[in-house]
């Protein structure tokens, strides 16, 4: 399923194999990191802590970009 974390009650209907729609990376999106099956996030770069955390974790991790 997509799921779309727009607070923190959202964050914990997170189930195994999710695809994850926040803003950015939330510390109660982190604590399921082992659920997640990929994440998109608004906010971030190649070193953010949502791409720290799926490289760390394994799932990817999309962010959109205004430069194409």
């Known amino acids: 399923y997509v ?4 607070s923190a ?5 997170i189930k195994k ?3 994850i729609v926040s803003q950015t990376l939330t510390k109660e999106i982190s604590k399921s990191a082992k659920l997640i099956g990929a994440l998109i996030v608004e906010e ?5 802590e949502a791409a720290i955390l799926a490289r760390n974790t394994g799932f990817p991790a999309l962010r959109p970009s205004d430069y194409f």
Do not use: N
């Open 17 to 19: 194999g999710d695809i």
């Open 44 to 48: 971030g770069s190649k070193i953010s």
């Open 9 to 13: 009650k959202d964050a914990s209907k």
């Open 3 to 6: 799921r779309l974390i727009t």
